[in-house]
């Protein structure tokens, strides 16, 4: 627990170099907040953690050699009090479920950082939580819709990429009439009219990436 004559230490995970920098720039301008140290991937992330145990951690969503989303599942295994903000440039609710349920207590968003960041530190650093007015919205609009299953988020990213239902079924190794009924229930949870509007809800809510 930090106190008025302790600043809070904050620990900056991104894999771009300039991002942290930003990021730690402000953190120097705040009186009562230091930057305890960086890293630039998952690994680092949480093996900078161990070390520096600090009072806020940041973490990027996408990051190299293990992802944010893994990277704080690891750090809240070992050290359950973890006060974690998960940095991202995607407002999808997908994304933001799976931080919230990996342990992370604010969701911010990289556009937003410069009038949103100093405040959700100390937010965490008091033990409460911190989500912007337009991500709680989100997720409150998507909380009582389904979500996609780990096959079908597999059989959409392939679409994605611009396979067709036999070539899914190829890489999945599944019937095509399989492939097909995967499709239409992803297209009624997602209510999209076609594959094509699928994928682009899919990628809005964060189910996948391209």
């Known amino acids: 627990m930090t106190s008025e004559t302790t600043p809070i230490r904050v620990l900056v995970c991104d894999d771009h170099p300039m991002m942290r920098e930003g990021i730690a720039a402000v953190i120097a301008s705040q009186p009562d907040m230091c930057l305890a140290g960086e890293a630039g991937d998952g690994r680092e992330a949480v093996a900078q953690y161990r070390v520096l145990q600090p009072d806020v951690a940041l973490i990027d969503i996408q990051m190299p050699d293990m992802n944010g989303i893994e990277a704080i599942q690891a750090i809240r295994a070992e050290f359950a009090q973890a006060r974690i903000a998960v940095l991202t440039t995607y ?18 968003l990289k556009s937003a950082l410069r009038k949103e960041l100093t405040e959700a530190i100390r937010a965490l650093a008091a033990g409460k939580r911190y989500f912007p007015a337009e991500i709680a919205a989100e997720l409150a609009n998507h909380l009582g819709q389904e979500c996609l299953t780990p096959r079908e988020v597999q059989v959409l990213q392939l679409i994605a990429r611009g396979h067709s239902n036999k070539q899914v079924a190829g890489e999945l190794a599944l019937s095509e009439d399989t492939v097909k009924g995967h499709l239409r229930n992803i297209m009624d949870k997602l209510g999209a009219n076609n594959r094509t509007h699928a994928v682009t809800i899919g990628i809005e809510r964060g189910f996948i990436g391209l």
């Open 91 to 108: 407002r999808g609710d997908a994304r933001a479920l799976q931080a919230i349920r990996s342990g992370a207590q604010a969701y911010l």
